[in-house]
Every structure is written in C-alpha cells, then in structure tokens.
C-alpha cells in the first residue's frame, strides 16, 4: 500500500506565497479523487481568532469538513511571529495538542503549512524547522522569484540539509508586477549547484482566480 501524499509548505520569508501554494496542493489533490487536509497549526495575525483566514482558506480548498480546532490549534491575533505573539499573552502554545491534532491526520493526505521561515519561533522551543522535523515530512520550499533569492534560498535549503529533511523542489513565487532581471537565472542556478527541482517562477496575477490556476499549473509535476 501506497504512502498519502503529504508535504510541509514552508517559506525562506513570509509573505512569499505559502497559503496560495497549499490551497494550489490540496485542489490538485481534491481532483485526483483524493481526500486531503489543510493543516495550519500555528497561524498569527488573526483578525478573528473564530475565523482565521488560512486556515479556513485551507479548509475551503481540501473540501474539509473537521473543526478549526484540528486544522488550526493555536491562534493568535497580534501579526507577529506566534511564539512571539504568545509570549505578549504570557502563553506557551502546547507542543503536545499540535502533536495530537496531527495525530487525527497523519494516516491520510495532507498538505502542512508553516508559519513564515525556518527559524520562526512557535513557542519557547520549538521553531517551524523542528516541527517539519518532529513531523516527518519532506518539504516544498516557496521563495520569491527575484533578486535575492540565491542567498535566501540557499541558506534555507543548508539548514534543511543539516538535519537531513528532504525537499521535494523549491516553487519561485513572482510577488508584484515588477520584471526583476535575475528571474532568467535563478532557476538554473539553484537546480545546478543545489540539486533540487526548482518549479516556476509563478507569475504575479493580481486576479485571485488566474493566480491560483498559475499556481496549480507550476504544481502539478507534484501531485501524483
């Protein structure tokens, strides 16, 4: 019997695209006659703690029906970092109610979305990297398109190496309408001296429907 196809989306900053990535992934998923989750454990800068707008976009996409306490445990409102933002609350999100909402998914496909970079912190010890870590999943790195990427990207991918996480590819995210000239080479480069597929660069639609279908058309090479 086949492995679930399962996955931690993770980013080399925030703001590079992981949501539409996810919800891109568990469309893929829903129309290969699959049944995914979303799970966004740890999710910051809630509007409405009732109502966080990832999470429940995640939702929406895998066509889930579990409640946002499983998808998303820990939630807070301030737009900081969620170890930071718990620590404002004088808080410690508890590690083992993460570990047991992924408990209720682990046995089937699902997608993981992280909270900004590696080195996010989700409590007092433990950052993103030890939760792809303690998780067991390999991972889909999103970083921008443009200039900067080589640096950001490549520490990334060395900080994942070093605790021997495998990276299923590395998906370039245009982030506004700006042409930036070294999108020609970044793909190339990261393939040849990284050794990892590099999918994209998705182009910015500033249209939420042609953005998503850009996204899915770049991931589909993932999805089986």
């Known amino acids: 019997m086949s492995k679930p196809f399962q996955i931690f989306v993770t980013g080399t900053d925030t ?34 703690l009732r109502a966080p707008a990832d999470a429940l976009s995640l939702r929406e996409a895998a066509r889930s029906t579990l409640p946002l306490d499983v998808l998303c445990p820990h939630r807070f409102r301030a737009p900081v970092a969620p170890g930071v933002a718990a620590a404002r609350l004088g808080r410690e999100p ?6 047991s909402a992924w408990a209720r998914l682990k046995h089937g496909p699902a997608v993981v979305e992280g909270a900004g970079g590696l080195f996010v912190p989700l409590d007092s010890r433990h950052d993103v990297i030890d939760l792809i870590q ?8 999103v970083a921008r398109a443009g200039l900067g990427t080589l640096n950001h990207t490549a520490l990334s991918l060395q900080a994942l190496a070093a ?9 370039l995210s245009r982030s506004s309408q700006e042409r930036d000239t070294s999108e020609r080479d970044n ?13 994209g660069p998705v182009p910015f ?6 953005r998503h279908s850009a996204f899915r058309r770049a991931l589909r090479p993932l999805v089986p």
């Open 205 to 210: 639609e500033a249209d939420a429907r042609r």
């Open 15 to 48: 703001g590079v695209g992981k949501t539409q990535t996810s919800r891109a992934l568990l469309s893929l998923l829903v129309d290969a006659g699959l049944a995914p989750e979303g799970f966004k454990p740890y999710e910051s800068g809630c509007a409405s």
């Open 134 to 141: 303690t998780l067991r999943l390999p991972v889909l790195l």
């Open 94 to 99: 508890d590690w083992d109610v993460t570990l």
């Open 163 to 171: 605790r021997r996480i495998p990276v299923r590819a590395v998906l």
């Open 187 to 199: 793909r190339a480069l990261l393939e040849a001296r990284h050794g990892v597929p590099v999918l």
